[in-house]
C-alpha cells in the first residue's frame, strides 16, 4: 500500500507542477531557473521525503524500482525518436566538431578529475567498483541544457545561430552520453561473494541481449503504430507498453533502461511513417512531466548528509564546468563569428556552463539500481553541481560586461 502511495503522490504532484499556472510563474528570472532544472520539484522531494516530514518512506520508493525505470525509459526513448537519419546527417555536418570536442574533452577533463576525487574520497582502487560512480560523473559532465529561451534577451541573427547550435549540439551529445553511461552501467558484475567485478563476456553478453531485444522491440513497435494508424489513444497505449516492457526487461536483465528505450526509439523512429511523426509531438510534451516526476524521486532518494569530500567533488564539477564548457564551445566552433559588441556574449558563455537535464536520470538511475548511501550521495552531488551553474546566467545577467543590450540597439544586428 505504501508503494502505491507513494506512486499517486508522486504522479499529483508532477501533473501539478506541470500545470498553466505554475508555468506562469517562470517570468521571474530566479523562479524560471528553480523550474526549468527541476530544482524546486527536488526541494519537494526533499520536504516530503525521510529528511523532510517523512510522508514517503524511501524503502517504497525502491521497491517499485522496475515501475519507477519506467520514467527512465521514457527519457531515453523521446531521445532517440529525435535521432532520425535525415536529421542526423544534416546537424553532424554542421555540429559534428563541437560534439566531438566535448566529448573528447569532457570524458578526459571530468572523468579523470572524478576518478581522482572518487578513489581519494572512498580510498577504494578496484577497476569494477570505480567504473559505476566514474562513468556516472563522466556521463553527467557531458553536454548542457538545451534550454535557450531564457537566455535569448535580443533576435539576432547571431543569437539566434548560438541557440540553435547550443540545442542540436546538445541533442547530439545527449545521444552519446545515454550510450556511454549504458556501456559503464552495464561493465560491473555481481561475483559469488556479492563483490563487484569485471566479467567481461558476461557484460558483452548482457549487452548484446539488450541491444538485440531493442531492435526486435522496435521493429514491434513500428508494426503497433501502423495498426494504429491516427488513432492518438492507441498511439499511446502502444508507446506506453513499449517502454514498460523494454525498460522492464533491461532492469532484469542488469542493463540501462535509459539505453535499452533509446534504441527502440532510434529504430521507431527511422522506420514509422508521417502518422507517428505527427503524434511525437504529444509524446516529447509529455516529457515535461516524466522530468519533474524524476526531480521528485532525486529529491526523495538523495542523502543531504554527504560529507567533506562530496562537497569537494561537486565544487570541482562547478569550477570545470565554468572554466571548461566555455572553452569547449569555442573550439567546436571556429567559425562562429565574434559577438557585435558584448550583447550576446551572455549566450555564448552561459549556455554551454548549464548541467544536462539528463545528469539527473543518470543520478537517479544509479540509485534505483542499487540504493547504497554512497550512491545517494552520488546523486546530491549531482544535484549540487547542477543547481550552482544553472545560476550562473542569473549572475552574468548582473555583471555589466556580460548584460546584454536592448534589442533596438543598432549594434545588436550581425552584418
Known amino acids: 500500500m505504501e508503494?502505491?502511495?507513494?506512486?499517486?503522490?508522486?504522479?499529483?504532484?508532477?501533473?501539478?507542477a506541470t500545470s498553466p499556472r505554475f508555468y506562469r510563474?517562470?517570468?521571474?528570472?530566479?523562479?524560471?531557473?528553480?523550474?526549468?532544472?527541476?530544482?524546486?520539484?527536488?526541494?519537494?522531494?526533499?520536504?516530503?521525503g525521510p529528511e523532510g516530514v517523512a510522508l514517503i518512506p524511501r524503502e517504497a520508493l525502491l521497491n517499485a524500482t522496475p515501475l519507477l525505470m519506467m520514467a527512465l525509459?521514457?527519457?531515453?526513448?523521446?531521445?532517440?525518436?529525435?535521432?532520425?537519419?535525415?536529421?542526423?546527417?544534416?546537424?553532424?555536418?554542421?555540429?559534428?566538431?563541437?560534439?566531438?570536442?566535448?566529448?573528447?574533452?569532457?570524458?578526459?577533463?571530468?572523468?579523470?578529475?572524478?576518478?581522482?576525487?572518487?578513489?581519494?574520497?572512498?580510498?577504494?582502487?578496484?577497476?569494477a567498483w570505480l567504473a559505476g560512480p566514474v562513468g556516472l560523473l563522466s556521463a553527467a559532465s557531458l553536454g548542457w541544457s538545451m534550454e535557450t529561451r531564457s537566455l535569448l534577451r535580443d533576435r539576432s541573427s547571431?543569437?539566434?545561430?548560438?541557440?540553435?547550435?547550443?540545442?542540436?549540439?546538445?541533442?547530439?551529445?545527449?545521444?552519446?552520453?545515454?550510450m556511454w553511461f549504458g556501456v559503464l552501467y552495464d561493465l560491473p558484475s555481481r561475483g559469488a561473494d556479492g563483490a563487484l567485478v569485471l566479467d567481461w563476456s558476461q557484460s558483452a553478453s548482457r549487452f548484446g541481449i539488450t541491444v538485440v531485444m531493442s531492435i526486435l522491440m522496435g521493429l514491434l513497435g513500428q508494426l503497433a503504430f501502423r495498426h494504429a494508424g491516427r488513432?492518438?489513444?492507441?498511439?499511446?497505449?502502444?508507446?506506453?507498453?513499449?517502454?514498460?516492457?523494454?525498460?522492464?526487461?533491461?532492469?532484469?536483465?542488469?542493463?540501462?533502461?535509459?539505453?535499452?528505450?533509446?534504441?527502440t526509439g532510434v529504430v521507431i523512429a527511422n522506420l514509422s511513417g508521417k502518422e507517428f511523426q505527427r503524434f511525437e509531438r504529444f509524446i516529447i510534451e509529455a516529457e515535461h512531466v516524466v522530468a519533474v516526476l524524476l526531480a521528485l524521486l532525486a529529491g526523495l532518494l538523495m542523502e543531504l548528509n554527504i560529507g567533506t569530500w562530496a562537497l569537494v567533488l561537486a565544487l570541482a564539477l562547478v569550477v570545470l564546468r565554468v572554466l571548461a564548457?566555455?572553452?569547449?564551445?569555442?573550439?567546436?566552433?571556429?567559425?562562429?563569428?565574434?559577438?557585435?559588441?558584448?550583447?550576446?556574449?551572455?549566450?555564448?558563455?552561459?549556455?554551454?556552463?548549464?548541467?544536462?537535464?539528463?545528469?539527473?536520470?543518470?543520478?537517479?538511475?544509479?540509485?534505483?539500481a542499487e540504493g547504497s548511501q554512497f550512491n545517494r550521495q552520488l546523486l546530491t552531488v549531482v544535484i549540487i553541481s547542477g543547481v550552482v551553474v544553472d545560476f550562473v546566467p542569473v549572475v552574468l545577467s548582473l555583471i555589466p560586461r556580460f548584460r546584454q543590450l536592448p534589442a533596438s540597439t543598432p549594434t545588436e544586428e550581425v552584418a
Open 325 to 368: 564548457k566555455p572553452l569547449i564551445f569555442r573550439i567546436g566552433t571556429p567559425k562562429l563569428e565574434e559577438a557585435s559588441g558584448l550583447e550576446a556574449r551572455q549566450l555564448d558563455v552561459a549556455g554551454p556552463v548549464r548541467q544536462n537535464p539528463l545528469a539527473l536520470a543518470f543520478a537517479v538511475g544509479f540509485v534505483l
Open 3 to 16: 508503494t502505491f502511495l507513494a506512486i499517486l503522490v508522486l504522479m499529483t504532484l508532477a501533473l501539478v
Open 73 to 127: 525509459g521514457w527519457i531515453g526513448f523521446v531521445i532517440g525518436l529525435q535521432a532520425r537519419r535525415e536529421v542526423l546527417a544534416n546537424v553532424i555536418r554542421d555540429v559534428g566538431r563541437l560534439v566531438a570536442a566535448d566529448v573528447l574533452t569532457s570524458l578526459l577533463i571530468f572523468g579523470g578529475v572524478s576518478w581522482l576525487l572518487v578513489w581519494l574520497w572512498t580510498d577504494r582502487t578496484s577497476l
Open 231 to 263: 488513432e492518438r489513444e492507441q498511439q499511446l497505449v502502444v508507446s506506453l507498453g513499449l517502454v514498460v516492457f523494454v525498460a522492464g526487461l533491461a532492469t532484469e536483465l542488469g542493463a540501462s533502461p535509459m539505453l535499452a528505450s533509446m534504441l
Open 158 to 178: 547571431r543569437s539566434q545561430h548560438v541557440a540553435l547550435l547550443l540545442r542540436a549540439g546538445g541533442t547530439l551529445v545527449s545521444i552519446f552520453a545515454i
Open 25 to 48: 510563474m517562470r517570468r521571474i528570472p530566479a523562479v524560471s531557473v528553480l523550474m526549468t532544472g527541476g530544482w524546486l520539484a527536488i526541494a519537494a522531494g526533499i520536504a516530503i
